[in-house]
Every structure is written in C-alpha cells, then in structure tokens.
C-alpha cells in the first residue's frame, strides 16, 4: 500500500504543480501579489522565500494552492490603497476570471503538450490488431483475418487501441498491414458500431491458459512444442488436436498485462486427450482461466454466498460454463428475484452455492450481476512505436487527443452526477496509484498517456461549479456581472464553508473506496 500512496505522490505533484504555476502565472501577470505558492496542504514540511513568495511542500499531498493577497472577501474594505493595487478582491472581473480560470488551463496545456512530445518523439504502444478470428465472424466476413494490424481508419491513423476513440462518425474504410503489405477493405458502418463490435471481438477471445479446480493455472501446449500463446481457445478447440500439454504457471505478476508477462514450468505438468479435447480438459478439473474469479465486490449476492477471490465458477442453474461471458448471459435470463444455483470449484472440491442476481446500472443499461471478477483474461500485447509523420500532424493528433480527453472526462463526470454509474466507482490516492503503476508496466509512454488524462480530469475537477473550486469562483465573477455589483461577502463565506464540506465528503468516498478494494 505505501508503494502505491507514493507512485500517487510521484504520478500527482508534476500535475499539481502546473494547475499551481497557471493560477501563479495569471496572478503575476494582472500584478496580485502570491504569499504562498504550496504543493500539498496542512503543516509545511518544506518551505523557502524567494521575493514576496513563500514556496512550500506540505504533508497532505492531495493537492495544492496559491494563496494571493487580498483574496478574502471579509477583509476587503480593510485594504490601503496601495495594498488595493496588488489585492486580489480589488482586480478586475476579467482579471480574476483569467486568474482562476489559469489552473484548470494550465492542465490542459500540460497535457496537449504531452501527448504532442509522444507523437513527436515517437511512444510504445499496444498495437491495435485483431486476434484469433472465427470463420464465422462478422469481421472474418468482411475480409479481416487473425493478426491484421489497423493502420488507418478512413484518414485517421491507428496505432493503439486508444487510438480508436479518434474515430469519426462513419467508417468508410480501413487500412490494415497483413504480412507486410497494407491493404484497404471498405466497410459501411457507424464509428461507434465499429469500435463495440472491435472491442467484443477482441472480449471473446479466450486465452490459453486453464484454471485448475484448486485455481492454479497452466498454458498449453501441444505434444513437442513451446506453449500456444499465440493463438486462443476458441483456435485450439476448433483444430484438429486431440492431445494437449499443460504447464503450469508459477509466477503471475501482480498486474499481467499480457502471456508474455507469466512464467510457467519448464517442463509439462500433465496431458490430457481425448476425441473432444475442450470436455476431456473439464473432466480432468481443468476450465478456461476467465472462470476463475479474481475478485468479488462487498455486499453483492456472491460477497454473501461465500465466493471468494481463486474460485473457479464452472456452471450456473446446472448449465456447464465454458467462459466468463457465458456467465453474463445467463444472469441475463434470471428471473428479477428468482434464486440461482451456483457450482465452484475451491481446493479441488465442488461446492454448490444459492444467490440471489441483483440489477445493477452499467453504461446506462440495466444488468444482472452477482457481484465477481473475472480473473486472469490474458491476451498477447505487441509493441509497436508510434510516431508522427510531420509537424502538423503531430499538432493535430496531440488537439486531437486532448479533445478526447475532455470529452471522455466530461461525460464520466454527466453519468456520475446522474447516478448512470455508482460512487463506488470513484477512486483515490490508492486507486490512481495503481493504474499508474499498471501503465508504467506496460510502458513509459502508456504512463504519460495517463498522465496526460489524470491532468484534464484534474482541470474538470476544479471547474465544478463547487465554492473554494475554480469553477465556485468563476461563478461568483458571473453572478457579480449578473448582479452589477460585489456579493454579499457573508454570504459568499457560508457557500465556501458548504463547498468545502462537500469537498470533504467526496475526499471521504474516494478513500473509502480505496480501503474497501483492498480489504
């Protein structure tokens, strides 16, 4: 946990301090005068004098402020003239709007210039490519086969599956790289569609690697050669094979991000065949490993039933489950109220367990769900560089990008407001650790990605029309236009004492959240 709270400090204080340095900058520029320039809140564990401004590193690293002179309200008349000239309550409204409008620019900045470096300079990134195909797919259909790298979408380049929310309205065609040749196939389809269906294509896909009944893992195999992981169950139980080897995992980092990442014997572990080798690997207690549950959400119906993290869900309602999406659309089926039957392999015994499904919101739809995890949904990553072809298009991909972003951030925060997602989803210090951590895994230009994203978030954050935010202020500058006059400063010290309990309560919930995921 402490390796997390400070991969959050590291990954935070750059975004800090450039929301810190816009409102600093702005303040200089209109003459207020800065007394406090912190990173952090609460008691100074660092601090300097450099002209009329203190600079400090404070304990609580959860933000961060400039504090200008003049900018409280209830001492305002109390001022000189000369302390008016450099007071921050006496600027103009157009002044102070610049001022405070500064930080959230700031991020914003940050992260156009980021992602202007990665296109410029070159950045790894998971390339987006298609997996094992079925001959009956849709895609299959339109000309698409196993391993095609996207390359263009009509004239929007594609390197990496974030890439995809760069894609326009109506995909017209699309430019992939086979064996080193690019080819074009024209399609007719929405952007969205085309995204979904890419991104379910990809969801079904099942890895080869197999939960035991005590939920240990293994790779497969065929007699004589390496692991298969370069190609998915689906591929494996449709050939022709009717001998497998197995290799059991020994080592599976605390976040894979693909096969390549686990380390398995040297040797094989066991063999099974059989005419049906998918129901001869069953009958040996060996499942597709996205059956294996890597985590189970507190006070849902399976937190209740007794399913814990490393079970293995092999069937439902007395239907065998040969994946984790089989499982959801099962729930589907269940009647609202109706009791279902759950079978679990833990340490190699079979335990049968009654629930009840709940509905629960999900993307603005009602689901059933029971409350679990899929474990261990592997799929090979390939790194390729992604790099612009010129000064222009790396400006454009970098607005691009940065226009994304904000769109992306903007509405998470609509369907938060309007309960379509759950506060549980909100996350903390821990939380954002983490995911930093993932990134970094992944590679160094996947964590400036994130870190370009976290930035926007923070502008949109402080642009809440919340007091002691930006954006409270910023709406206080309005309603004295609306008003043709100053506010009631009492009054603006009650809205700023209820902005910051709120503040509060949000700080609570996310570090709540983030105590509840681990414990």
């Known amino acids: ?54 600079y400090a590193v404070s304990l609580i690293p959860l933000g961060g402020y400039v504090k200008m002179f003049g900018d409280d309200p209830m001492s305002a008349d109390e001022l000189t003239e000369d302390e008016k000239k ?29 992602y202007l470096s ?19 797919s849709a895609f299959y259909e339109l000309g698409f086969r196993s391993g095609d790298a996207l390359k263009k979408i009509n004239d929007t380049k594609i390197m990496s599956f974030d890439d995809l929310n760069l894609v326009d309205s109506e995909v017209k065609s699309i430019t992939i790289e086979r064996n080193g040749i690019d080819r074009v196939i024209s399609v007719n389809m929405k952007g969205m569609e085309f995204v979904q269906n890419f991104a379910k294509a990809q969801g079904q896909l099942k890895a080869p690697v197999l939960a035991d009944s005590f939920g240990d893992l293994y790779v497969l195999s065929s007699p004589g050669s390496s692991p298969v992981l370069d190609r998915s169950l689906d591929v494996i139980f449709d050939s022709n094979l009717r001998e497998l080897e197995l290799y059991k995992v020994t080592d599976v980092p605390e976040r894979a991000n693909s096969l390549t990442d686990l ?14 080798i998918e129901s001869a690997l069953r009958d040996k ?17 399976a937190d209740k039933a007794g399913i814990k993290k490393g079970d293995v869900i092999t069937s439902i309602n007395g239907d065998q489950l040969s994946s984790f999406n089989q499982l959801r659309e099962k729930l589907q089926k269940v009647e609202s109220g109706k009791s279902s039957n759950i079978e679990i392999y833990r340490k190699g015994k079979s335990v049968f367990l009654d629930l009840v499904p709940e509905h629960r ?49 903007v509405l998470g925060f609509k369907k938060l407001i309007t309960a379509e997602v759950s506060l549980d989803t909100i996350g903390g210090p821990l939380a954002i ?50 008003n043709r006059g100053p506010l009631s400063r009492k009054k603006i010290q009650v809205a700023q004492q209820f902005g910051m309990s709120l503040l509060f309560v949000l700080i609570f919930v996310a570090l709540f959240n983030d105590i509840t995921r681990i414990f």
Request: proline fraction near 4%; charge should be neutral; glycine fraction near 10%.
């Open 361 to 409: 919101e999900v993307n603005g739809q009602k689901v059933m769900t029971i409350g679990v995890y899929s474990g261990m949904v592997f799929m090979p990553l390939k790194m390729v560089e992604s790099k612009a072809d010129g000064v222009f298009e790396g400006l454009e991909s970098a607005w691009l990008r940065t226009k994304e972003g904000l769109v992306k951030t």
């Open 263 to 276: 380390k398995f014997e040297s040797e094989a572990s066991s063999s099974v065949a059989g005419e049906d």
């Open 118 to 136: 990665l296109v410029t300079f070159g950045e790894n990134v998971p390339q987006a490519r298609f997996g094992p195909l079925s001959s009956q």
């Open 433 to 482: 650790g983490q995911v930093a951590s993932d990134s970094f895994n992944i590679s160094l230009s996947m964590f400036f990605r994130l870190m370009a994203l976290i930035s926007i978030n923070l502008g949109v954050i402080n642009l809440f029309p919340i007091p002691v935010l930006d954006g409270g202020h910023i709406v206080f500058i309005f309603l004295e236009i609306i």
């Open 285 to 301: 207690g060996f499942f597709p490993s996205d059956l294996l549950v890597s985590s189970v959400v507190l006070n849902t119906p």
């Open 1 to 54: 946990m402490l390796e997390k709270v400070l991969i959050f400090i590291v990954f935070l204080g750059p975004l800090v301090f450039f929301h810190e340095l816009g409102h600093f900058f702005f303040a200089r520029l209109f003459g207020v005068k800065v007394e406090v320039f912190s990173i952090g809140f609460g008691p100074k564990l660092l601090k300097w004098k450099k002209g009329a401004t203190q």
């Open 86 to 114: 450099v007071a921050f309550t006496h600027k103009s409204k157009w002044a102070r709007f610049w001022i405070v409008f500064g930080g959230p620019l700031a991020n914003f900045i940050l992260a156009f210039f980021i």
